[in-house]
């Protein structure tokens, strides 16, 4: 038996992700406007043809609080 993991991912690197449906009218215009607001601190994910996720990294939010 495996002992369980304290997370899923090792790093310590903190984020924020934020789920998008696509299926809502101008949430695709959302989504691209705030990945465009955050740059290089922040990242696309897709996890199927409708639903993305936008996750920004701990740099980019504490960017946001200065």
Do not use: C, N, T
């Amino acid at each position: 038996m495996y002992a369980p993991q304290e997370e899923s991912y090792p790093s310590k690197r903190l984020s924020m992700w934020i789920l998008f449906d696509l299926r809502i009218p101008g949430v695709a215009e959302r989504l691209h406007r705030e990945r465009a607001a955050w740059q290089e601190h922040s990242e696309i994910e897709s996890l199927d043809k409708d639903h993305f996720v936008l996750i920004i990294h701990a740099g980019g939010v504490r960017r946001l609080a200065s």
